[in-house]
């Protein structure tokens, strides 16, 4: 325990869980506003898959049903992939992102607190490798009305030309290879942007803020992860962003695009598969930062967050290994 108070009142799974959906609310409710609707029929498809899996894994394994299933645990995990999910995505596509995440990547490695990667991002990447083209069809803020994405998500006929639209990261890093294609330029011609970002989706980063903030304030997280990824994140880009403002997205670009805001507060900061010391979560978000925006500028995917993420999985152990605190009443090694 590193900081006072030091008497805490036991936190249990299921209160964290629900302080995390409740966190996850003012998000959804711009998400549904201001860009698609059908996000609500999304996560209902995903709450359900989930529970379902989670049923049917601890069925086979004779494992009691009532204590994990009320636990909220699979509705986070559910949730998490549905908001990471393009809004458009068919709901057989979206169950099997679910199920891939709590089947094989929860329950495979033991259940809820033993997985070494997490659930949601190990699914992420898969289905983005899986079916590339399913996942980049992002709508572009108030393209298509409910009817229309209600049918998209329930199977209608997919029109690829009709219905996809670039992300703002994928606008900007196809744009560049455009001889004398310079951000600005890109970020003037096309109707993708809004203030700062992608229009509309620009809106869902303070949200998912609001969100943490209310994490942080209930002590759900620690300001560590989140601090250390948003600041390693805005120095990096900032860094290259100075060096040549002409190719490279500024510093707040990057904060408000993709999954920065969802990430810093509900992905990085994922109790199981994190770094633990206070040091060590420090190095892991930072590092998630800097691999997330070489893959965004340098990479093959726009973004970069769940791939970054899954790599620093790898190596918690070592980073905890190696940043442990000093114990009190004994010397560190330097002073042996």
Known sequence: MINSPYIRKPASVQGVMLAVLIALVPAIVVYASQIAAVVLVNLT???????????????????????????????????????????????????????????????????????????????????????????????????LDFATQLGLVLGGARELDAIASATALDTIKTGLRTAGATVESIMGQSENFGLVSGRGWEWLAPA?????????????????????????LAAISAAFWLVDPAHYASPLFHLASGGAMLGAFFIVTDPVSGATTPRGKLIFAACIALVAYIIRSFGAFPEGVAFAVLLLNICVPLIDMNTQPRVFGHRGDKAR
């Open 45 to 143: 498809i995903a709450t359900i898959a989930a529970l379902a899996g989670e049923a049917l894994v601890l069925k086979l394994r004779g494992r009691p049903l009532a204590p994990a299933l009320s636990d909220l645990s699979a509705v986070v995990t559910a949730w998490l992939l549905a908001l990471c999910f393009p809004p458009i995505l068919p709901w057989w596509a979206t169950a099997l992102g679910v199920l891939i995440a709590i089947v094989a990547v929860k329950h495979l490695y033991g259940g809820l607190g033993q997985n070494p990667f997490n659930p949601a991002m190990v699914a992420y990447c898969a289905m983005i490798v899986a079916f590339p083209a399913l996942m980049s069809q992002w709508p572009a803020a108030g393209q």
């Open 208 to 232: 998912y803020a609001l969100g943490g903030m209310y994490l942080l304030a209930r002590g759900i997280i620690t300001w560590h992860m989140p601090a250390a990824f948003l600041g390693a």
